[in-house]
């Protein structure tokens, strides 16, 4: 059986989230003592990592596909690719 390192009470394995505290180290917790400690519930924190990862790759792409703009059709098309993909990485923070 798995105990939340903070309150103690008894979790089933999927309910057990690793936590690391302010000395680095990993304690098993539950979702109320998640909460409590970073001060957002779960369930937000699990969609903005989601989100935030989405951002990632979204400017990722636009940043291939600037580099490839500006490789076969010259740096003008680069830079119009920067601009997108700025517009892309900030349309994309304030969707959160
Ligand atoms: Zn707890």
Known sequence: MIKCSSCGKDLAENEALI????FGNKDII????????TGIDYETFVYRRESAKQTFFAVLFCLAATLYAAATRGIEW?????????AVYLFASKAR
């Open 19 to 22: 936590h690391k505290n302010s």
């Open 30 to 37: 539950c979702k109320d003592c998640f909460k409590s400690i």
């Open 78 to 86: 680069g830079a119009i690719g920067i601009v997108l993909t700025i």
